[in-house]
T-cell receptor
Framework: LAKTTQPISMDSYEGQEVNITCSHN???????ITWYQQFPSQGPRFIIQ???TKVTNEVASLFIPADRKSSTLSLPRVSLSDTAVYYC????????????FGPGTRLSVLP | KAGVTQTPRYLIKTRGQQVTLSCSPI?????VSWYQQTPGQGLQFLFE???????NKGNFPGRFSGRQFSNSRSEMNVSTLELGDSALYLC??????????????FGPGTRLTVT
């Protein structure tokens, strides 16, 4: 299982772009990279998933370099409601691998 | 499409009792995983069920068990509750298509308090 490393916390201001980077040096060939957002006392919410290059959806972008040893979640123009913990997850295919969540990145958006 | 539902949402039990939590996955999803979340240990994987079979298990004592029914609904049971079992228990589902890496979708969780 690929272990992930993220910053423990980050601060930002409303309207700014936030980039959270995750390191996963031993990512396997078949592994995807998935990001989740979690608010207190709620289940994690799927944000975005990618395999390589760049993926964009209505809420975020995911940048993955060619060597796939890291990935960056980009949140454009954050608001106070984006204050949450963000988890980067690698692997977890359908052959019985369990997901291993790291401590995540606690993002605080300030007014 | 309805999301993952978990019942009950909140539960208070006494040490030594047992508890059963229920999870209904997203329609069509055949894989259900359970996680325990505590402030000290974070999100920890308990087990995963697919087509009524447990196919992976985390590092938890035998007091934690689960099962999955033919309609993919799942239950987890904790026997002989301890104070340290107080946590948010999360259920997540995914399609379970072999050979693909799908994202899991989480329910709102069951908050268990053991007194």
């Amino acid at each position: 299982l690929a272990k992930t490393t993220q910053p423990i916390s980050m601060d930002s201001y409303e309207g700014q772009e936030v980039n959270i980077t995750c390191s996963h040096n031993n990512i396997a060939t078949n592994d995807y990279i998935t990001w989740y957002q979690q608010f207190p006392s709620q289940g994690p919410r799927f944000i975005i998933q990618g395999y390589k290059t760049k993926v964009t959806n209505e809420v975020a972008s995911l940048f993955i370099p060619a060597d796939r040893k890291s990935s960056t979640l980009s949140l454009p123009r954050v608001s106070l409601s984006d204050t949450a913990v963000y988890y980067c997850l690698v692997g977890g295919d359908n052959y019985g691998q369990n997901f291993v969540f790291g401590p995540g990145t606690r993002l605080s958006v300030l007014p | 499409k309805a999301g993952v539902t978990q019942t009950p949402r909140y539960l208070i039990k006494t040490r030594g009792q047992q508890v059963t939590l229920s999870c209904s996955p997203i329609s069509g999803h055949r894989s259900v995983s359970w996680y325990q979340q505590t402030p000290g240990q974070g999100l920890q994987f308990l087990f995963e069920y697919f087509s009524e079979t447990q196919r992976n298990k985390g590092n938890f004592p035998g007091r934690f068990s689960g099962r999955q029914f033919s309609n993919s609904r799942s239950e987890m049971n904790v026997s002989t509750l301890e104070l340290g079992d107080s946590a948010l228990y999360l259920c997540a589902s995914k399609l379970g298509i072999s050979g693909t890496d799908e994202a899991q979708y989480f329910g709102p969780g069951t908050r268990l308090t053991v007194t």
